[in-house]
């Protein structure tokens, strides 16, 4: 657990360590590099990144940075030795367009799996399914034009039929149609199995408890592993 704990960085976290490396290496320009220092730079540049990037749904809103499922998605790649690290840009109350927004910031990181969970909250402001589906596809086009090479995967939402039949149909296309356009990679529904599930749920009964993020979890996982071109 410890090593997990110690192996799952979240994004703020990493662009520090990059700053406060960039730092250092100015200052010892011309010094010789110790064995140690050229060990751990190796294993840096070796490691992959998965980038979740998303609401309050991935930041594990009312719970433990431990228990959401990001975290929980380390734990299953350290199990199996494999060689990246998860970074958790989990934002509460993000809509698409504030993740839009904000995006830059976080591309800083190239990712090599980029992992889209937006959408929930313009569903349930009843904002319209046309600027959500732009602001998906300008983040997916951003993703892409900085790094072509990153593989894609989108989480798949549903809301509850406050706005109408007609809406809420609509909303839920959005994600297949949008995994479609960009050959991405969808999870049809990230919190199937926890959904209207009171027990799996915090008292507002819309963020999962932590064993509603095991089995979230265990949706992104089933989707991720072939990803990842691994077994499981």
Not at 90 to 100: F, H, I, M, V
Not at 152 to 176: D, S
């Amino acid at each position: 657990m410890t090593r997990t704990i110690l192996k799952f960085r979240y994004f703020f976290y990493l662009l520090l360590l990059l700053g406060c490396g960039e730092t250092n290496s100015s200052k010892e320009k011309g010094s010789s590099t110790t064995e140690k220092e050229e060990v751990a730079e190796e294993k840096v540049t070796q490691e992959k990144v998965i980038v979740f990037f998303g609401d309050s749904l991935t930041a594990g809103y009312g719970l433990s940075t431990e228990e959401a499922f990001p975290a929980l998605i380390q734990q299953y790649l350290d199990s199996l030795n494999l060689n990246y690290s998860v970074i958790n840009a989990g934002l509460s109350g993000e809509t698409t367009a504030s993740g839009k927004n904000r995006l830059g910031w976080v591309l800083n990181q190239e990712a090599d799996v980029f992992v889209l969970e937006l959408g929930a909250n313009d569903g349930l402001r009843g904002i319209p399914l046309s600027e959500t589906r732009q602001n998906l596809q300008d983040i997916l086009d951003a993703v892409k034009e900085q790094n072509p090479d990153t593989r894609i995967i989108l989480a798949g939402m549903q809301i509850p039929p406050n706005m109408g039949q007609e809406y809420t149909e609509e909303f839920r296309k959005i994600f297949p149609e949008i995994t479609q356009k960009n050959e991405a990679v969808l999870i049809p529904f990230l919190l199937d199995g926890v959904a209207g599930i009171s027990s799996l749920n915090l008292e507002d009964g819309i963020h999962p408890t932590a064993e509603g993020h095991k089995i979230v979890a265990g949706n992104v996982w089933k989707v991720l592993a072939p990803v990842l071109n691994t077994d499981y």
